[in-house]
């Protein structure tokens, strides 16, 4: 079975500073991955996704991720954060782009931003 | 023009009703889900319809029961609701086995059952 381990449940960081949020998953083949952000009170905006080709991908608001086999990790990074970027951020893993299995969630990393 | 639409955002009901979530997708999308997030934000699948046809119930109760009447649409219905039941409930769709996509999601329906 899939799965998906997000280590930090809080990560806090300076307004400014660098990000890192880690994502490790489980999957038997090779694995679809996404990173999805949550707002208080909002829905689930997708940040970016993998399925193939550059294993550095690319997302909106900044964001990038790298999928590193090897490791089975696909973790978020952003060079400078910003207030707004304050939210809950969940890694995801799936069979397919888009099938009848849906999507694995980690647990989630509550985002914290100092001024 | 919302992608993946859920109504109602808010739902305070007392123990023991029914209640119904709607959820309509104007995406052509293939197959839909509703997923449950629990008060520690955790998120996990509950359904999966394809073109009307159910593929997975997660150990859902069977209090709970999709109903599809449309690929466009996939509605929620809980009965008997619990205490236990209180969660943001989330629809998504996505195209039926195609690379280079993904997931749509509402906006979820936060359910609170008094």
């Known amino acids: 079975a899939q799965s998906v381990t997000q280590p930090d449940i809080h990560i806090t960081v300076s307004e400014g500073a660098s990000l890192e949020l880690r994502c490790n998953y489980s999957?038997?083949?090779?694995?679809?991955l996404f990173w999805y952000v949550q707002s208080p009170g909002q829905g689930l905006q997708l940040l970016l996704k993998?399925?193939?080709?550059?294993?550095l991908v690319q997302g909106i608001k900044g964001f990038e991720a790298e999928f590193k086999r090897s490791q089975s990790s696909f973790n978020l990074r952003k060079p400078s954060v910003h207030w707004s970027d304050a939210a809950e951020y969940f890694c995801?893993?799936?069979?397919?782009?888009?099938?009848?299995?849906?999507?694995?969630f980690g647990k989630g990393t509550h985002l914290i931003i100092q001024p | 023009d919302t992608a993946v639409s859920q109504t109602p955002k808010y739902l305070v009901t007392q123990m023991g009703n029914d209640k119904s979530i709607k959820c309509e997708q104007n995406?052509?999308?293939?197959?839909m889900y509703w997923y449950k997030q629990d008060s520690k934000k955790f998120l996990k699948i509950m359904f999966s319809?394809?073109?009307?046809?159910?593929?997975i119930n997660e150990t859902v109760p069977n209090r709970f029961s999709p109903k599809s009447p449309d690929k466009a649409h996939l509605n929620l219905h809980i009965n008997s609701l619990e205490l236990g039941d209180s969660a943001v409930y989330f629809c998504?769709?996505?195209?039926?086995?195609?690379?280079?996509?993904?997931?749509?999601f509402g906006s979820g329906t936060r359910l609170t059952v008094v």
């Open positions: 995406l052509g999308h293939d197959t």
């Open positions: 995801a893993v799936g069979a397919t782009g888009g099938g009848a299995d849906g999507l694995t």
């Open positions: 999957y038997g083949a090779t694995p679809y």
């Open positions: 998504a769709s996505s195209p039926y086995t195609t690379d280079n996509y993904g997931y749509t």
């Open positions: 993998y399925f193939s080709g550059d294993t």
């Open positions: 319809y394809n073109n009307k046809e159910l593929i």
